[in-house]
């Protein structure tokens, strides 16, 4: 079976950085596979509240994450800090895709790439629901700033 490859966007709209931290290394002395899937929650998390979101709380919607996906692009190790950067793509009814690269700080070296399907849920039916449209206009104003 091929690897996966993934493209990244063109352009990111937001970033964040986080430092790696010993309970991140795996028995290798790399960031461990796991910790990485973590970290990018950390920085949807910073996100969603860079968009004045919390994830339980976007327009009385909650969000989960219904796929990922992870291209593993170099080691990191720990005490280098990753610029993690976001932006969403492929829209559709009930969410969208938020790709991320991550490097570290010092070199650039890209570490990973991929991305992490956002969907969106009804808080009081708990079930998948439309893409809210307030959520939208806020993302098309932020991004613009």
Partial sequence: MPRIQFPL???????????????????????????????????RSRFFRWLDYR??????CSIVVGDVVAQYKSEAFHGETMVVQMVPTDFNRYGFDLAFQMSDKASGRE??????????????????????????????ARSTL
């Fill in 111 to 140: 570490v990973a790439r991929g991305k992490q399907g956002i969907v969106f849920i009804d808080l009081a039916e708990k079930k998948v629901t439309a893409l809210p449209e307030a959520f939208c206009a806020r993302l098309a």
């Fill in 55 to 60: 994830e339980a709380q976007v327009e009385h």
């Fill in 9 to 43: 966007p063109e352009h990111f709209i937001f970033s964040t950085e986080m430092q790696i931290y010993t309970s991140h290394i795996n028995w290798g002395g790399h960031l461990d596979n796991a910790q990485l899937l973590t970290l990018v929650s950390e920085a």
